[in-house]
């Protein structure tokens, strides 16, 4: 099993440009999170699926962030315009509906300058 | 709002001693409790959990204590061992799958 798959590991953007971040979950797993990690507020919720349907974005920022899972296999997170403070670690996570956790994906680290 | 606290950044314990980290939490619904390890450059990983009609629970040299009364979560690690350095979080389920993160604690055991 080759685990939850982000890419890219890193990324470094102009403020103003659209970024987007990949995400493969686990073969099986039906729901996928999106979280991101700062100093200030540790790990954070954006959103999650629960078979590939957006259930809480209750924690995406703001407008200019947005997520799709099109497919069992695929999700991204995009930021469109970006800016310096949405530099972070984007982690990507699944799960099964009978598991308490989650497996993380190695994540993405944003630069925006 | 921060549900779940983790109010010590950082944390340096000796080789060989007991390392306690702690959390505490704000919302009662709360109904799981996990703890997740984190090295460099990697995504967290499970490390231990917890239902929150338990107290204790153990795993090898891990264990983690639930005060339901005083919302509070501690995991003990003994002996600690170098290897062991790195970020700890403590998460907390509430509804469907939701985990809600603490902003964790960087423990460095040295030799």
């Known amino acids: 099993d080759a685990g939850v798959i982000q890419s890219p590991r890193h990324e470094v953007t102009e403020m103003g440009q659209e970024v987007t971040l990949r995400c493969k979950p686990i073969s099986g797993h039906n729901s996928l999170f999106w979280y991101r990690q700062t100093m200030m507020r540790g790990l954070e919720l954006l959103i999650y699926?629960?078979?590939?349907?957006?259930?809480?974005d209750s924690g995406m920022p703001e407008d200019r962030f947005s997520a799709k899972m099109p497919n069992a296999s695929f999700s991204t997170l995009k930021i469109q315009p970006s800016e310096p403070r949405d530099s972070a670690v984007y982690f990507c996570?699944?799960?099964?509906?009978?598991?308490?956790?989650?497996?993380f994906g190695s994540g993405t680290r944003l630069t925006v300058v | 709002d921060q549900q779940v606290k983790q109010n010590s950044p950082s944390l340096s314990v000796q080789e060989g001693r007991i390392s306690i980290l702690n959390c505490d939490y704000t919302n009662s619904m709360f109904d799981y409790f996990l703890w997740y390890k984190k090295y460099p450059a990697e995504g967290p990983t499970f490390l231990i959990s917890?239902?929150?009609?338990?107290d204790k629970n153990e795993d090898g040299r891990f264990t983690v204590f639930l005060n339901k009364s005083a919302k509070h979560l501690s995991l003990h690690i003994v002996p600690s061992q170098p290897g062991d350095s790195a970020v700890y979080f403590c998460?907390?389920?509430?509804?469907?799958?939701?985990?809600?993160f603490g902003t964790g604690t960087r423990l460095l055991v040295s030799p």
């Open positions: 998460a907390a389920r509430i509804g469907f799958q939701k985990l809600v």
């Open positions: 699926f629960n078979n590939n349907v957006p259930i809480d």
């Open positions: 917890i239902s929150s009609i338990k």
């Open positions: 996570a699944s799960s099964k509906d009978t598991d308490y956790g989650y497996t």
